[in-house]
């Protein structure tokens, strides 16, 4: 049987052809897409684990800011005001809602307020700067 097939010709049908040629366009998609789905995971990885560590310290924060007592009140609200703007902001496609920059800087002027001064009579929300 051997010596019969060494002497016939190989000759590659239409639909063997056609085989061979979807193997390759197969193995080449495969090859381009492998990477560009590993890299979409690992940026939608990234950016989920800093959606998270920012929503933990928003969480530490209002919650060291109620350990003060009643005088934060008026700081955690502006907290979530300030919240608010930037989930508007991020939901939107990263247009900035109007005011937004204002309730930062209104949220950073109450928290200022609202802290008590500690020994030296420096506001620890307001750092001595070294001249």
Known sequence: MAAAQLGKPSGLGFGDV???VMGLIGTMSALILGPLIASADSSYKAQKNELQTLSANIVLVDRLLASYGAD???A??????AI????ERIWS????????????????????????EDRDGQNPAEPEVAV
């Open 93 to 116: 496609g990263g247009r900035t809602a109007a005011g937004e920059y204002e309730r930062r800087c209104q949220f950073h002027r109450t928290l200022a307020e609202s802290l008590p």
């Open 76 to 81: 955690r609200e502006e907290l979530r005001s």
């Open 72 to 74: 934060t009140k008026k």
């Open 84 to 87: 608010r703007g930037g989930q």
């Open 18 to 20: 056609i085989r061979l």
